[in-house]
């Protein structure tokens, strides 16, 4: 089992949708947990991160970590052709500094 | 934050030959990190890079193949060597930046894309 599962999607919106992107992971000592965006033909970029359980709000972000399911979310309110990107979820914790990234799930939001 | 460049965006190779990256950060970092991004694949982390040590490389991944130099806090290489059609690939550099909170952020390049014909 990999560490960190994601849906590769890809997944397609209208505009103004609410998109849920989810991810799993398998090590319980992880206690960070983040969502970064790719752009295409750029770097990830942090979207966001939680500590430990939780909801966390940015804007129309919100991400979610439920530690005793070991499911990760991150919630987009009315979607925009501008949020089309690859969302990657990662995971940080115990005695390793090193991310563990899920596979990414491409986005696409029509006008 | 970071402000990492990469050298060159993009390049196609011919099998056999190789090619070596460049990452340029814009303040000093004691920790770099090299990764690979496949077609459908997770970001596998290649190799991290402390300055004045050895690299340490991830389980699938060795010296030979990937030498990496780092000769300051600020600047580091990879060699992609004896390249071969599976080399093809997005390889990308990343820092470490530590929170107030205890984690780190990483602060990623814009990517290399290496196609291998």
């Known amino acids: 089992q990999k560490e960190v599962e994601q849906d590769p999607g890809p997944l397609s919106v209208p505009e103004g949708a609410i998109v849920s992107l989810n991810c799993t992971y398998s090590?319980?000592?992880?206690?960070?947990f983040m969502w970064y965006r790719q752009y295409s033909r750029k770097g990830p970029e942090l979207l966001m991160y939680t500590y430990s359980s939780g909801n966390k709000e940015d804007g129309r972000f919100t991400a979610q970590v439920d530690k005793s399911s070991k499911y990760i979310s991150l919630f987009i309110r009315d979607s925009q052709p501008s949020d089309s990107a690859t969302y990657l979820c990662?995971?940080?914790?115990?005695?390793?500094?090193?991310?563990?990234f899920g596979k990414g799930t491409l986005l696409t939001v029509n006008p | 934050s970071a402000v990492i460049s990469q050298k060159p965006s993009r390049d196609i190779c011919q099998r056999g030959t190789s090619l070596t990256i460049q990452c340029q950060v814009d303040?000093?970092?004691?920790?770099m990190f090299w990764y690979r991004q496949q077609p459908g694949q997770s970001l596998t982390l290649i190799a991290t890079a402390n300055q004045g040590s050895e690299a340490t490389y991830e389980s699938g991944f060795v010296i030979d193949k990937f030498p990496i130099s780092r000769p300051n806090l600020t600047f580091s290489t990879l060699t992609v060597s004896n390249m071969s059609p599976e080399d093809s690939s997005i390889y990308l550099c990343?820092?470490?930046?530590?929170?107030?909170?205890?984690?780190?952020?990483?602060?990623f390049g814009p990517g290399t894309r290496l196609t291998v014909l």
């Open positions: 990343s820092v470490d930046l530590a929170w107030t909170e205890g984690g780190n952020e990483q602060f």
């Open positions: 090590n319980s000592a992880f206690q960070y």
């Open positions: 303040s000093q970092v004691t920790m």
């Open positions: 990662a995971t940080l914790g115990g005695s390793n500094y090193k991310l563990t």
